[in-house]
C-alpha cells in the first residue's frame, strides 16, 4: 500500500483543471502512478491543445462484478477548458441507458440542472470524475445482465425533481436517537 492508504494525516491533493491544462501528461502519470482510483490500470493523454484535452481510460470491473466476469470498460474524457466535461464510452455497439441522446452521445452522469452539490466539478478534482465514470460504466453493465439500474436514477427531462436519497437521510437523522450526555 502507499502512503495515502496507509497514512490518514497524508495529504490528498486533488488534479484541477489548471493542472490538467498546464501540462496533461504529468497530471495523468500522476494520477496513475498514485493508485488513488480503484480500477484504473491506463491513463492516456489522446490530444491536447490550449481548449481542450482528450484522456483515454481503462477500467477493470470492481472485484464482485470481475467475479461475474464484468468487462473491463474503456472510455474517453473531453475536457474543455470552459470546465465543461464529456464523458463517452468506447463501445457504442452496446445498449447504454444513461445516455444522451444527441449531439456527442455522452454518458449522462448527473442532472445538468440539479443542484450544484449533487454534480461534479473541477473542484472535486479529476480523480472524482474518473471514479463517477467508472461507477456508471459498471452500473451500465448491471443494468444490461438484470434489466433495472443498480440505485437510484435522477429522473429524466424537464419537470420536478425530488430527491429521494436526501430525503430519506433527512428522514433517517430525525428518527435517529439522541445522543446521551
Partial sequence: MGPLETDPTAVRSITGI?????????AARRILEQHRIFGLTALQ???????????KLTLRPWTPMAEDQYPVEQATLVL?????????????????????P???RELCLWYV?????L??????????LITIVHRHLMAEEYNRR???WPFEEAPH???????????LRATAASSAPSPST
Fill in 18 to 26: 489548471t493542472d490538467v491544462f498546464k501540462d496533461p501528461h504529468r
Fill in 45 to 55: 493523454v489522446a490530444g491536447a491543445s490550449s481548449s481542450m484535452v482528450v484522456l
Fill in 80 to 100: 474543455l477548458s470552459d470546465g465543461r466535461i464529456f464523458a463517452l464510452p468506447d463501445d457504442a455497439r452496446r445498449q447504454w441507458r444513461h445516455r444522451m
Fill in 102 to 104: 444527441a449531439g456527442l
Fill in 113 to 117: 440542472d440539479d443542484r450544484a452539490d
Fill in 119 to 128: 454534480q461534479w466539478s473541477w473542484t472535486n478534482g479529476l480523480e472524482a
Fill in 146 to 148: 438484470h434489466h433495472r
Fill in 157 to 167: 427531462g424537464p419537470g420536478p425533481h425530488h430527491e429521494t436519497a436526501s430525503e
